[in-house]
């Protein structure tokens, strides 16, 4: 399967850790997008990249918040001293810079705060 | 970005075609208009997308009137495996403008048998 792939699908971790999500996009998408998605509601944005350069952070993406992606590959979604607030689901997705509004997703990260 | 409006929920019977309408008043000349389909616990899945007029894919029909301030989802045939929710969307597709997707609640389908 050459999709976009999201690891771990589910994490269930107690108030003030720290979590760290995966992403890894299609192959040949310089493009890369982290959402935030809670239940009954549309995809939220938090930022994007640009081959291994973020471009754009959402006012949602608190200083808690902190993403990468080293090489233009893969992207990590690290939060920090999670809160309940955090649970929700993270969408990864990515696309060719030429057609931004056809994303590819990811099956999501479910994350659970406790 | 245009801000758009649908119904929250819609239901529909098997075999039956499904139109789903959205309203997009502001909509600018360089907007086109985008629909994604999710499944529960997956990501949005990108259906169609156009500009203007008629547009038909394996999947879907978008139909888009002249003055571009609403556009019509049609899905031919749904079966029970339609169920899921539909967001429409519009915004620039041309790279270095708007970059984020901006979705909005949905309309929730539900086919019965």
């Known amino acids: 399967d050459t999709g976009v792939s999201q690891d771990p699908r589910h994490k269930i971790t107690k108030r003030g850790q720290n979590v760290t999500f995966r992403c890894d996009p299609i192959s040949e998408h310089n493009r890369l997008y982290w959402y935030r998605q809670t239940l009954g509601q549309g995809p939220e944005f938090l930022t994007y990249?640009?081959?291994?350069?973020?471009?754009?952070k959402s006012r949602l993406l608190s200083d808690r918040f902190s993403a990468e992606r080293p090489k233009g590959s893969f992207s990590t979604l690290e939060i920090q001293r999670t809160e309940q607030g955090d649970s929700a689901m993270y969408l990864c997705?990515?696309?060719?810079?030429?057609?931004?509004?056809?994303?590819?997703f990811g099956p999501g990260t479910r994350l659970t705060v406790l | 970005l245009a801000k758009t409006t649908q119904p929250i929920s819609m239901d529909s019977y098997e075999g039956q075609e499904v139109n789903i309408t959205c309203s997009h008043n502001?909509?600018?000349?360089?907007?086109?208009i985008t629909w994604y389909q999710q499944f529960p616990s997956q990501g949005p899945r990108f259906i169609i997308q156009?500009?203007?007029t008629k547009v038909t894919n394996e999947v879907a029909s978008l139909f888009i009137p002249a003055d571009r301030k609403s556009s019509t989802l049609s899905l031919p045939r749904v079966s029970l495996s339609d169920t899921a929710v539909y967001y429409c969307?519009?915004?620039?597709?041309?790279?270095?403008?708007?970059?984020?997707?901006?979705f909005g609640s949905g309309t929730q389908l539900t086919v019965l048998p």
């Open positions: 990249f640009q081959n291994e350069a973020q471009l754009e």
């Open positions: 502001n909509i600018a000349t360089n907007d086109y």
């Open positions: 969307l519009v915004g620039p597709a041309v790279s270095g403008s708007a970059r984020q997707l901006t």
């Open positions: 156009g500009y203007k």
């Open positions: 997705a990515s696309s060719l810079v030429s057609v931004y509004n056809e994303q590819f």
